[in-house]
């Protein structure tokens, strides 16, 4: 418990709480956003989660989380060709 504790806790914090990191008008919770991509990979029913889902939608926008993206795409692509 303390090894979680102490490293994986503590790099968990800036996710669970941008508020406390950035004070921008319009920042939004990155860990949601992954908690809640986590959520449709698993293809669970959110329609019950309307608000949610409008949120995941917006924050798929910006330029740096597309850019994030596409570099994923290239390395689950890489990760293809190496199996």
Known sequence: MAWFASTIHAHLRPYARPEDY???P???DVYFFW???RAI???L???AFPNCMAFFERMQQ?????KVWAHEKQV???FARAA
């Not at 910006?62 to 597309?66: E, G, Q, T």
């Open 22 to 24: 950035c004070d921008l």
């Open 26 to 28: 319009g920042s939004a």
């Open 35 to 37: 908690c809640f991509r």
């Open 41 to 43: 990979s698993f293809k």
């Open 45 to 47: 029913d959110l329609s």
């Open 62 to 66: 910006p330029p740096s989380v597309l």
């Open 76 to 78: 689950d692509a890489d």
